[in-house]
């Protein structure tokens, strides 16, 4: 008999429409045993020394890399990213968790504290089993940055993926498996949204991650706090890219059209709010316009395409309705703007300018190929617009004087900024946002320092002085 639970895991082609698979939620009592599960597997997976635990991290990296293509093409069936940028995606993941394979056991290792008398020292200890809610954008390196540095210290994971990527969620269990994981140390949940309060109010689960909307976020962070859980979250962003001279103009326009349109602009750090100085601006957006306009339509996974569908149809009408009434609030439309004229989930890439408070292109996230292009008249205009924003993500700065690059930087309030590169991301740096797009951090050091106990022990000699004690 066909199974007739009600599901939200399936796979729709964003380019054709077509659903291609479906896939049952678990029930209550299957979520339960998984869960059980996990926190069996994490009092094994603790005591297995660390060298081991990042061997299976490290085995898992190079099965991403023996399994590229496939992944690749997984995802773009699923979000519809183009087929070089998935790639691109694959190499990221198994980057991360080669990064974390080799570098995690140092990061782990006890801490010597400086102290006056006997010993003391740090001791990086899991918190247990972590729930990870994750994004439809990038299937793969959302969760591995999650996932890697975690499975390294000693914690087990539970992922609940977005609802389009099941199959990808599908291959990095199996991946993990096959890589040595023993069952409960990493494992996928297909549980809808109402089922993932029941999930952190499990005694079983210790930490929350999220990478998501902002409605999202707040839900699991006060969902966590109830129950006085830690939590990371990663969410929207409108990130700047501040223009400050006309020097290299090309290159700068080239780097501000892969910001904003990798993954077709669908990226919380793609770069969403360009701010130029007056006396570059229309030579700016002129460059711009040209750029967006020769940008090609098609199937995702042909080589020859250069602008992939949105992830679905819902994400193409809420961008194109953003558009919309931007426009009927008297923002100026320079290109694009509308639905393309064809099946699948495409939206023109889209030029705005005259955008002003109070429009919803201002201060809305626009989550596709869209741009909104400021004029300021000196870099403290740049620097004032740059932070009269709800995010706090990343950011980039662009001008052939490293010196005023690096100090307009340090006043842009964002967790990232880069100067002369658009906002991107790579293992041995942090990533994470201030304000509305969420805290702590990810990757580098600081990824294996949100759900960890750092217990200090303290060691004095038998006849040691008795001192005050505080509570």
């Known amino acids: 008999m066909a199974d007739q639970r009600k599901s939200s895991f399936a796979t729709v082609d964003p380019f054709t429409g077509k659903t291609l698979a479906e896939f049952p939620a678990l029930e209550g009592a299957e979520v339960d045993a998984r869960l059980d599960t996990a926190g069996e597997a994490f009092d094994a997976w603790r005591r297995r020394p660390v060298a081991e635990r990042a061997a299976v991290v490290g085995r898992a990296a190079e099965l991403l890399g023996e399994r590229k293509e496939q992944l690749a093409r997984t995802i773009?069936?699923?979000?519809?990213?183009?087929?070089?940028?998935?790639?691109?995606?694959?190499?990221?993941?198994?980057?991360?968790?080669?990064?974390?394979?080799?570098?995690?056991?140092?990061?782990?290792?006890?801490?010597?504290?400086?102290?006056?008398?006997?010993?003391?020292?740090?001791?990086?200890?899991?918190?247990?089993?972590?729930?990870?809610v994750m994004p439809w954008n990038f299937p793969l390196y959302q969760v591995v940055r999650f996932a890697g540095p975690n499975l390294v210290l000693g914690n087990t994971v539970l992922v609940k993926h977005a609802g389009i990527c099941a199959q990808s969620a599908l291959a990095l269990e199996t991946l993990f498996r096959d890589a040595g994981a023993p069952e409960g140390v990493y494992t996928n949940l297909f549980v809808s949204h109402?089922?993932?309060?029941?999930?952190?109010?499990?005694?079983?689960?210790?930490?929350?991650?999220?990478?998501?909307?902002?409605?999202?976020?707040?839900?699991?962070a006060e969902r966590a706090g109830r129950n006085m859980k830690p939590s990371l979250l990663e969410l929207g962003g409108s990130d700047v890219f501040i223009v400050l001279d006309g020097e290299g103009?090309?290159?700068?326009?080239?780097a501000a059209v892969a910001g904003r349109m990798a993954n077709t602009g669908q990226s919380c750090v793609a770069a969403k709010r360009f701010i130029v100085l007056e006396d570059v601006h229309d030579d700016f957006v002129a460059g711009m316009?040209?750029?967006?306009?020769?940008?090609?339509?098609?199937?995702?996974?042909?080589?020859?395409?250069?602008?992939?569908?949105?992830?679905?149809?819902?994400?193409?009408?809420?961008l194109a309705d953003q558009i919309r009434e931007t426009v009927e609030q008297g923002a100026e439309l320079v290109t694009g703007g509308h639905?393309?004229?064809?099946?699948?989930?495409?939206?023109?890439?889209?030029?705005?300018?005259?955008?002003?408070?109070?429009?919803?292109?201002?201060?809305e996230e626009l989550f596709g190929p869209a741009a909104v292009i400021y004029r300021v008249a000196d870099e403290?205009?740049?620097?004032?617009?740059?932070?009269d924003s709800r995010y706090g993500l990343g950011g980039s700065v662009f001008c052939a004087d490293v010196e005023r690059g690096r100090r307009v930087a340090e006043r842009v309030e964002t967790g990232m900024v880069w100067v002369n590169h658009p906002t991107s991301t790579q293992p041995d740096l942090p990533f994470g946002g201030i304000k509305r797009s969420g805290y702590g951090r990810e990757l580098s050091r600081l990824g294996m320092r949100e759900f960890v106990n750092r217990k200090l022990v303290r060691v004095l000699p038998p006849d040691a002085e008795l001192r005050g004690i505080a509570g």
């Open 194 to 220: 109402e089922d993932i309060e029941r999930v952190i109010d499990s005694p079983v689960v210790r930490g929350v991650s999220l990478t998501g909307s902002e409605g999202a976020g707040a839900q699991v």
């Open 76 to 132: 773009t069936t699923e979000m519809g990213k183009l087929i070089a940028e998935a790639r691109g995606e694959v190499d990221l993941a198994a980057s991360i968790l080669e990064y974390y394979a080799r570098k995690g056991p140092d990061f782990v290792a006890p801490e010597p504290l400086d102290v006056d008398e006997g010993e003391a020292y740090l001791v990086n200890e899991p918190l247990g089993v972590l729930l990870g």
């Open 249 to 254: 103009l090309e290159r700068t326009v080239g």
């Open 380 to 387: 403290d205009e740049a620097v004032a617009l740059a932070n």
């Open 289 to 318: 316009r040209r750029a967006f306009e020769a940008l090609v339509p098609g199937d995702p996974a042909d080589e020859s395409t250069t602008l992939g569908p949105l992830s679905s149809e819902k994400a193409a009408a809420e």
């Open 339 to 363: 639905r393309i004229d064809r099946p699948g989930a495409f939206v023109e890439p889209t030029i705005l300018t005259g955008v002003k408070p109070g429009m919803r292109a201002y201060g």
